[in-house]
């Protein structure tokens, strides 16, 4: 794991400073952590907390680290191409949880192996259950655009939230 996750029950809670904490982790087969790293410094930068829980963690260490730090969001990243399968897998197994089922959920990078295809890989991921896709392809200014969004207070009688489908290029 690395960096190695926060030891003890308590953590400081990023949102009396209006950052929020971020929970960020690769899929279970992606080894890889500079992808992470960068995350991670690009969150703090914003303003966030991050919680990084490193690469190839498993769903049920994943599901674990949501329960004991309590993020407002899950950055889960795949350079490896394996997005999509993992990715419909575990989030799969976190909207069965009922105390886990409205996190807000994203997933980004390399979700697949085949260049400019996977960006089918984003409608069957919203399905699945992801609350944002973010194909690599796109760049990382979609997936800024969203968090800045997701910081915007909403009023609950605004009616419906946009699709969030901020994914595969959206051109914005």
């Known amino acids: 794991m690395y960096p ?6 308590a953590l400081p809670d990023a ?19 500079w992808n ?7 969150l ?20 674990a680290e949501c329960r004991r730090t309590s993020p ?3 950055v889960i990243s795949s350079v490896n191409g394996h997005g999509h399968l993992d990715g419909r897998r575990l989030i799969a197994r976190l909207r069965a949880e009922p105390d886990l089922s409205a996190l807000p959920v994203v997933i980004g990078g390399k979700l697949g192996t085949r260049g400019a295809q996977n960006r089918a890989h984003g409608p ?44 595969t290029g959206d051109p914005r």
Request: charged fraction near 20%.
């Open 124 to 167: 069957e991921l919203i399905a699945a259950g992801f609350d944002a896709v973010f194909e690599d392809t796109a760049g990382v200014a979609p997936f800024r655009r969203y968090l800045e969004d997701a910081a915007r207070p909403v009023l609950e009688s605004a009616g419906p939230a946009r699709p969030a489908l901020a994914a």
């Open 44 to 63: 703090e930068e914003l303003g966030h907390e991050v919680i990084n829980i490193g690469s190839c963690v498993p769903d049920d260490l994943l599901i």
């Open 36 to 42: 992470l790293v960068f995350l991670q410094l690009m």
């Open 15 to 33: 949102r009396q400073g209006g950052g929020q904490r971020v929970l960020v982790s690769s899929v279970s087969s992606d080894s890889h952590t």
């Open 72 to 74: 407002d969001m899950v």
């Open 4 to 9: 190695p996750a926060p030891t003890g029950d």
